[in-house]
């Protein structure tokens, strides 16, 4: 283990893990406290689409994704704001949509490019240089939203009466939330892939909710817990030759249910 510390690729992996380990951290706790996780995994296999586009035209690949992953969040926070109880339907449809979207232009694209199935499961071993300072750019967006919208975002996740109440654009900053999911969906994709990335947002936020006292402080637990998760997840796929994104998502949920068994044993 100690010398794959000194090559580049291990190197690069590692970046990326405390790269997306930021962004699932913030977004995936504003996910859990707001009960959004369901629509976060629809505008996660939306993504496909935008991957499916970027091979179709010869773009790059995460810049593209980012935009059409955007327009998709927008639709959808478009079509379910004012009908909440429509939303599995909303979502059911941008799910299957945006994967079939995906399918048919990587279908038209001539040629097969085995880089593709590293966006379905992960393949964060890969992850060049040039994507890290990509991921760099979209965590300082997204610690920038954070910084001058962390008060907003406190009262929409507290109550959407009680922030509407106050004044406050409720509709525009349900939007930019799912924005910034999309943002850290497009992250987190070389990571563990689209299939499994949904556990990487909710995992380590429902792990950090039970110590938190704030949500600044679940932001910062959560982060950590992914942090450890890819690390763990990495010494395990690469001691034992595994896939890493199942490896990373293995590790968070084996933790996840020992946690949840040790808390039932210790109640009364």
């Known amino acids: ?3 794959a510390l000194s090559m580049s690729f ?26 959004q996780v369901f629509l976060a995994g629809g505008v996660a296999h939306a993504a496909y689409g935008g991957v499916g586009l970027a091979f179709f035209l010869g773009l790059p690949v995460l ?20 009908r909440p109880e429509r939303t ?26 085995v880089d593709l199935m590293s966006y379905l499961f992960g393949s964060i071993l890969t992850v060049p240089r040039h994507d ?28 959407m009466e009680f922030a509407r109440a106050q004044g406050l654009p409720v509709k525009r900053l349900y939007s930019l939330l799912l924005l910034m999911v999309a943002v850290a969906v497009v992250m987190v994709i070389q990571v563990v892939g689209l ?20 949500l600044a402080r ?27 994104g199942a490896s990373i998502i293995a590790v968070a949920a084996l933790t996840f249910f020992a946690v949840r068994l040790v808390h039932r044993w210790r109640a009364p």
């Not at 291990?10 to 406290?33: H, M, T, Y």
């Not at 810049?63 to 004012?82: E, S, Y």
């Open 1 to 3: 283990m100690l010398e």
């Open 10 to 35: 291990f190197q690069n992996a590692l970046l990326a893990a405390a790269l997306a380990s930021v962004a699932c951290g913030i977004i995936g706790s504003l996910v859990v406290v707001n009960r």
């Open 63 to 82: 810049p593209c994704a980012v935009a059409f992953t955007a327009l998709a969040a927008l639709i959808t926070a478009h079509c379910t704001f004012d």
């Open 88 to 113: 599995d339907s909303y979502v059911g449809v941008l799910w299957a949509s945006g994967m079939a979207f995906g399918i048919l232009l990587i279908n038209l694209t001539p040629g097969y490019n």
């Open 132 to 159: 890290l300072w990509f991921m760099f750019g979209l965590d300082l967006l997204i610690l920038g939203l954070l910084h001058f919208r962390y008060q907003e975002f406190l009262s929409l996740s507290f109550d």
């Open 195 to 214: 299939i499994l990335i949904i556990a990487l947002l909710t995992i380590p936020p429902m792990l950090a909710e039970t110590r938190s006292a704030s």
């Open 218 to 244: 679940m932001m910062l637990a959560a982060t950590a817990y992914c942090f450890v998760f890819c690390l763990l997840g990495l010494a395990l796929a690469y001691q034992f030759d595994l896939a890493s």
